[in-house]
């Protein structure tokens, strides 16, 4: 059974970086059969995709337009878990921050509990 | 992007009522369509992959159907444990885009 620990700040100052991690159980992150998805929920803008990474060999990474002067997601094989750093956030980036795993055809399985993730002064 | 809408927003509903939600996109999806439901406070769960695969341990009331840009989400007969909000999600191309949600109510 794949599980997903979320962990990382609920409070972030406008303009700091917001940084989540997702440890992973039972699955691995360079696993050739999965990939390692960061998705977020809000009020105004649902449930957004924000980005992945995946191992096929080499890493690879894809990127929501919307976000992708400002993200990155970096694997961590020796603790088996990946992480979101979000630059320079506004208000509008306060969310519910899921991180999700996809299977090779792309099918979002396995969710992590969430984390809200809340940009103010 | 592939835009991806749903209708209803809202279904009011009884016990062992039928319900169907459906969500259309923008352009040809083939069968890359989820559904997945959710509770107030936790994470969606997945229902139905390739627009009508049960996901393995969901009921059987549960039904999807549908290709290129119209599919549908059937619940045959309400249960008390279905009120919550659906989602529909494609996995045709990159960015993934889901659907605005439906919430069933009682």
């Known amino acids: 059974q794949v599980q997903l620990q979320q962990s990382g700040p609920g409070l972030v100052k406008p303009s700091q970086t917001l940084s989540l991690t997702c440890a992973i159980s039972g699955d691995s992150v360079s696993s050739s059969g999965a990939a390692w998805n960061w998705i977020r929920q809000s009020p105004w803008r649902g449930l957004e995709w924000l980005g992945r990474t995946y191992y096929r060999p080499g890493w690879s990474y894809d990127y929501a337009v919307s976000v992708k002067s400002r993200i990155s997601i970096n694997a961590d094989t020796s603790k088996n878990q990946f992480s979101l750093h979000l630059n320079f956030v506004t208000p509008e980036d306060t969310a519910v921050y899921y991180c999700v795993r996809a299977t090779a055809a792309g099918l979002l399985d396995y969710w992590g509990q969430g984390a809200l993730v809340t940009v103010s002064s | 992007d592939i835009q991806m809408t749903q209708s209803p927003s809202s279904v009011s509903a009884s016990v062992g009522d039928r319900v169907a939600i459906t969500c259309r996109a923008s352009?040809?999806?083939?069968?890359?369509l989820a559904w997945y439901q959710q509770k107030p406070g936790r994470a969606p769960k997945l229902l139905i992959y390739?627009?009508?695969t049960l996901q393995s341990g969901v009921p059987s009331r549960f039904s999807g159907s549908g290709s290129g840009t119209d599919f549908t989400l059937t619940i045959s007969s309400l249960q008390p444990e279905d009120f919550a909000t659906y989602y529909c999600?494609?996995?045709?191309?990159?960015?993934?885009?889901f659907g605005g949600g439906t919430k069933v109510e009682i």
């Open positions: 390739d627009a009508s």
């Open positions: 352009q040809g999806i083939r069968t890359w």
């Open positions: 999600l494609q996995a045709d191309s990159f960015p993934l885009t």
